[in-house]
């Protein structure tokens, strides 16, 4: 068998130890050495001097779902450094079922899956398994598995239904799933009370897995209930908890988190290093009675002349009083993908200019694209204040932090972060501002996701450890992508191995799909890290 030998490097192992200058061996999928290595005829040598070798890092919250199998998506990844994805995220994706809800509904952020059609997680996951050269992990999503069972039916499940939906969860964590993912903004996860979300983490909790939450009613200033209720779910489950791209005022998030914290509640967040947000241009623009009812009966209402007058007379005047948006909201707003060709012109335009375009209305423009797309239309969301980078460092350094992007791959003119996240954490974060150490940093963004996520052979480089490592350049590495041009590889970072495979060796993609559909291999671990 013929090894890879990683030579003369400083090796940061993703415990947040420190560094120190080793070799690191590689034989089959698993790190065989780590020291001094002596290479042998056959070796394949990899010169790391002045370079960093960590982890392969994790991103704890993608929409590279579908898109993980496009190669320039997978080589965008490979060049920050991620060699695994968790997936499944906000409580829609794929599985379990035919993928045709999730598809339906989450078509502007997840994309189309290319071959999946049916119907367990375990087939989802097997159909990653040499698809890709980046790993995914994925979590049962909860509006999924509700539809799946009660379609969009807006109340509380009757017992059997409530049975019905546990027994899908537990099947997908007995097939290798993470965890259990809620998006509380998004139907019909929206409908769920909190007695529900209780029930459908109790064989979450028997299986030592994860709860992971898009919390319900918004960030930001609303953050503290959110927390209040996924603190809840957690006491009475008896589950550890983690929260998605949580964003707000540093003071806020720290407080609160503490306090949880404090009060022996299990709880971990995922953050970007970006001012700007991006979703469904739907979740500003419609109001709930309307998104409760999911994408297609939505989009149909929305035809109706008599709702559009009541949506335009009622809603959008409250888009100006968002703290999100605010009184310039169309301004604020950037088209990224429209699920239809007809307005593919308007990507990459605020919804201000495109209106302008056509000579109508922000907001009834909004509308129309819309309607038109089934709701499949994603926007790029610029708060009117934005926060000072000093507080972003703040969030990253929290000892509840977990690394994550948020990527959406989809539409003409995508979010930067899918292509730059890691590359800024380690860029702007560690090397520029110091915000994090090296060691510290390939904890957050790799050791402690994969333990928390149960990868328990993944984040590390110690002996027996599955063979993910980067090769970073600690001078250079940096994101290039930005606003204007979202799709910019990120540089520094020229060799890396996903599963003792090369996959980027001297800064040339190799080919290879060595990526894995990754099962749960171990109890998600404690989140309560030293800060």
């Not at 695994?84 to 409580?91: K, L, P, R, S």
């Not at 001012?275 to 979740?283: K, T």
């Not at 009184?327 to 990224?336: D, F, G, K, S, Y």
């Not at 027996?464 to 980067?470: F, I, R, T």
């Amino acid at each position: 068998m013929r090894r890879v030998i990683l030579r003369g490097g400083i090796v940061v192992d993703g415990a947040d130890t420190g560094e120190r200058r080793a070799d690191v061996a590689v034989a089959g999928q698993r790190v065989t050495a780590v020291g001094a290595v002596d290479p042998e005829p056959g070796d394949l040598v990899v010169d790391c001097t002045d370079r960093l070798v960590l982890p392969g890092l994790i991103d704890a919250h993608s929409h590279a779902d579908a898109a993980v199998f496009d190669p320039a998506v997978a080589d965008a990844l490979l060049r920050q450094g991620v060699t695994t994805v968790i997936a499944g995220q906000d409580g829609v994706s794929f599985a379990p079922g035919d993928g045709r809800y999730a598809t339906a509904y989450f078509g502007a952020l997840n994309g189309a899956h290319p071959t999946y059609r049916g119907s367990t997680v375990a087939d989802l996951l097997d159909g990653w398994s040499g698809g890709s050269p980046v790993n995914v992990g994925y979590l049962v999503p909860h509006g999924t598995v509700r539809q799946l069972v009660m379609g969009d039916a807006d109340r509380p499940p009757t017992p059997p239904e409530l049975a019905e939906m546990a027994r899908h969860v537990a099947h997908g964590l007995a097939e290798g799933a993470l965890g259990l993912s809620t998006g509380l903004d998004y139907a019909p996860g929206c409908f769920a009370d909190t007695a529900e979300l209780v029930e459908l983490a109790r064989p979450v909790a028997r299986a030592g897995a994860l709860y992971v939450t898009h919390m319900r009613g918004g960030y930001e200033a609303n953050l503290a209930s959110g927390i209040d209720e996924v603190c809840e779910i957690a006491r009475a489950a008896d589950v550890p908890v983690h929260v998605s791209h949580l964003h707000g005022p540093v003071h806020l998030i720290s407080s609160r988190v503490d306090a949880a914290l404090d009060d022996g509640i299990d709880l971990t967040f995922d953050a970007y290093p970006y001012r700007r947000g991006c979703s469904l241009l739907a979740m500003p623009m419609l109001p709930p009675d309307l998104l409760r009812l999911g994408a297609r009966r939505a989009a149909e209402q929305l035809r109706d002349p008599a709702v559009r007058c009541r949506v335009t007379r009622e809603w959008l005047p409250l888009m100006a009083l968002r703290p999100d948006l605010g009184p310039a909201w169309a301004q604020n707003i950037t088209l990224a993908g429209i699920g239809t060709a007809e307005f593919a012109w308007a990507e990459g335009l605020t919804l201000a200019q495109a209106a302008a375009r056509v000579d109508s209305d922000p907001g009834d423009f909004g509308l129309t694209l819309i309607a038109a797309s089934d709701l499949a239309v994603s926007a790029v969301l610029k708060v009117p204040h934005q926060r000072p980078v000093a507080e972003f460092g703040e969030i990253f350094a929290h000892r509840a932090h977990l690394g994550s992007s948020d990527g959406i791959y989809l539409g003409g003119h995508p979010h930067p972060r899918g292509w730059g996240t890691f590359a800024r954490y380690l860029g702007r974060h560690v090397r520029e501002r110091r915000d994090m150490t090296w060691s510290q940093a390939a904890a957050h963004l790799a050791g402690r996701t994969a333990a928390r996520h149960g990868l328990g052979d993944r984040g590390r480089i110690v002996v027996g450890a599955a063979a993910d490592l980067v090769v970073v350049d600690p001078a250079t590495v940096v994101d290039r992508a930005d606003y204007d041009h979202p799709r910019r590889t990120a540089v520094g970072i020229d060799d890396v191995l996903v599963n003792g495979t090369p996959v980027l060796r001297g800064g040339l993609s190799t080919g290879e799909r060595p990526g894995e559909g990754l099962r749960r291999n171990a109890p998600a671990a404690p989140g309560s890290w030293p800060a």
